[in-house]
């Protein structure tokens, strides 16, 4: 089939082509080489054997010459068949290694699946897959519900050198809302370690503590496989960071990422919080009124926020989540995470922070993701109570001392109202901005045990007026009276059922001391639904 002339022009070609043939086509065309090959020396030696017969001494001389010649190419046929097939070998063992790593992951032994996102058909990146974000996730605990929810809560957790906040965090969570709140929010928890026996050491605990929870569809916990991050070192060291702590936030950025990008299809808003956070009672109702109340204004915005803290606390429209997981995911080794999201903020046209107080999340931490070092980090504005003031302007006619305005009665924090000595008439009225149903209220004066209010009552008023650029209410009902320097009142709704304008001190004796009204809070009918 193959003669003399051919065996020589396969092997030319067969070392001739491309660099981009595939090793297969080549390890074939040194095969029909060496086959040609053998080929011409079989019908040499033929011719060979027929010469010796007939006794022709020159023939026979030519014909050996011609057989060293075959044997020559023979070799080196065997020779390049066998480079080429162990370099075809070696590349295709290779890959077989390179897949049979991948499949080491430690998926099955966690029982994980791979989990579909719900697509968020509001933003325009997701409806025409503008952009596409590759990363596949791992289901590790539960399941979202199909249904979106009002609110999303996002946590991203690793493990830590020194203590364990996942869990109480959590628990904080479902513990300060009630059970139409939990109904309305889906928590979901990136366990982002790449550490496979403290992964599933934790969903085991998260399965153990919040079984309901799970089957509820209120709380998910998946995992991003590592084999989808970019490159975690070598990266720029801007700030003059150090390398480790480079790595460090420019991971937490993609935490983030692959968590927001995961959670945009969950709920109506996103709110991103951190594993070591305390949670106000109903929060998730006071979240609600204030952006109800944001709507309501001119303008636009992007983010609102819950705490002053990090990346604690702040709220993003569902709309916006695609483009600030991508965001996040192309300048992740530039800068941390909380600088980050103020330049998406600002990007978002969004000039100005809006901040709301009381802080509605604390921070529980002691020592810190990164390399276990102590932090302290508290938020002042934090109230854990059960109360949360909705906006209100307030008014006094007592004198005030410097800048202890009466404003700050009803602000959260550690700020407070203080005047000089009260005279009987005198007042501090707080006015609603809209008529609320007031559930409770909590009111307390003094430091220290010095300068108590020793003798006033508390009012609810109906009917707002303005007079002398002051507002106030037309009428008041007394709901009783401060008993040292303190007054609380619980289940007022059940008794006063139409909403009330204002809030109101009136005092009653006039008194030498000076007077510090520290804390004016009222719970409203919604806060406890």
């Known amino acids: 089939m193959f003669g003399p002339v051919s065996s020589p022009l396969l092997l030319f070609f067969s070392l001739s082509l491309p660099f981009h043939v595939s090793l297969g086509n080549i390890f074939c065309c040194c095969f029909l080489c060496l086959i040609s090959t053998f080929a011409g020396e079989t019908a040499t030696r033929s011719r060979f054997e027929a010469n010796c017969r007939r006794d022709d001494r020159w023939k026979f001389h030519h014909q050996r010459q011609e057989m060293r010649r075959y044997a020559k190419k023979k070799n080196a046929a065997v ?4 480079i080429v097939s162990g370099l075809y070998l070696m590349n295709h063992s290779n890959f077989l290694v390179t897949d049979t790593a991948r499949s080491i992951e430690p998926a099955p032994s966690e029982l994980t699946w791979q989990s579909e996102r719900l697509i968020s058909k509001e933003s325009w990146v997701e409806q025409g897959d503008y952009l596409p974000l590759n990363v596949t996730y791992q289901l590790l605990a539960g399941a979202p519900s199909t249904q979106q ?10 493990k830590r050198q020194k203590g364990s906040y996942l869990v109480p965090t959590l628990q904080s969570l479902f513990s300060q809302s009630s059970p139409e709140e939990r109904a309305s929010m889906v928590v979901v928890v990136l366990l982002a370690d790449f550490d496979v026996s403290w992964r599933m050491a934790t969903v085991n605990e998260i399965k153990t503590a919040f079984a309901v929870e799970l089957e509820q569809g209120q709380l998910a916990v998946i995992h991003v496989s590592q084999e989808w991050y970019p490159p975690l070192t070598g990266l720029k060291r801007n700030y003059n960071d150090a390398p480790e702590r480079v790595t460090f936030r420019s991971k937490q950025n993609l935490d983030y990422s692959f ?10 808003y996103y709110l991103q919080l951190e594993d070591d956070v305390f949670s106000a009672k109903n929060f ?9 109340e944001q709507n309501q204004k001119k303008g636009t915005w992007a983010m609102l926020e819950f705490s002053a ?3 604690i606390g702040k709220l993003y429209k569902a709309a916006q989540l695609p483009l600030l997981a991508r965001f996040l995911f192309l300048f992740y080794q530039e800068m941390p995470c909380d600088w980050l ?8 046209t969004q000039k100005q922070t809006i901040l709301f107080k009381p802080s509605l999340f604390q921070h529980m931490g ?4 990164f390399q276990g070092t102590y932090n302290k980090l508290k938020d002042m504005d934090f109230e854990e109570g059960l109360y949360s003031n909705p906006s209100a302007n307030v008014y006094s006619d007592m004198s005030t001392y410097q800048k202890h305005f009466p404003q700050l009665a009803w602000d959260a924090g550690e700020t407070f109202f203080w005047g000089r000595s009260p005279e009987k008439g005198n007042y501090l009225t707080v006015v609603f901005l809209n008529p609320t149903v007031v559930s409770g209220i909590f009111v307390e004066t003094g430091s220290k045990g010095k300068d108590l209010l020793d003798s006033a009552e508390v009012q609810l008023g ?7 650029k002051e507002e106030s209410c037309e009428e008041f009902q007394s709901l009783g009276v401060l008993k040292n320097g303190r007054f609380e009142m619980l289940e007022l709704d059940k008794k006063y059922t139409s909403a009330s304008s204002c809030l109101r001190i009136l005092v009653t004796a006039a008194q030498k001391d000076w007077v510090i009204i520290e804390k004016m809070r009222i719970s409203t009918k919604q806060s406890e639904a």
């Open 79 to 82: 020779a390049v068949l066998l």
């Open 149 to 158: 929810r009002f609110l999303t809560v996002g946590l991203s957790s690793v």
């Open 259 to 268: 968590l927001i990008h995961y959670s945009a299809g969950l709920g109506q």
């Open 284 to 292: 998730l109702t006071a979240i609600r009124r204030h952006i109800e």
């Open 309 to 311: 803290l990090g990346y």
């Open 341 to 348: 999201m103020s330049h998406f903020r600002e990007l978002m």
């Open 366 to 369: 002691t020592f810190s993701s």
């Open 462 to 468: 109906h009917d707002v007026v303005t007079a002398e």
